[in-house]
């Protein structure tokens, strides 16, 4: 029986072995050919140049631990709005509509 959180963690380092990989194959490239090879390898791992761009940053300041997904920094915290929040956002819209129904009606 597997421990809890082992296979998470094993999808963790994978996931930043794989951009490691990545990057290596990006730092082989020569400076010319380096824009549409990233392009290339941007297809061939299913992620955007961006993303690439930001994980060799990390890469090259602190290596490749850096590259595991780091744990949300809001986990655990409500995402609900409490009702003050409704009630305010719904008086909001009431206004509104009211507010666009008498300009609509003022120009017919």
């Known amino acids: 029986m597997a421990i809890y959180g082992v296979s998470r963690f094993q999808a963790c380092a994978a996931e930043a072995l794989r951009k490691a990989e990545l990057l290596q194959k990006v730092r082989k490239l020569r400076p010319g050919e380096r824009q549409t090879g990233i392009k290339e390898l941007c297809k061939e ?9 930001h994980w060799e940053s990390i890469y090259t300041k602190e290596g490749c631990i850096e590259l595991l997904p ?13 009702d003050e929040e ?11 509509v009211s507010h666009l129904s008498s300009t609509f009606t003022r120009h017919i």
């Open 70 to 82: 780091k744990p949300r920094s809001d986990k655990g915290t409500s995402k609900k709005m409490t």
């Open 45 to 53: 791992y299913e992620c955007s140049i961006r993303s690439v761009y």
């Open 86 to 96: 409704v009630s305010f956002i719904r008086e909001a819209y009431l206004r509104l």
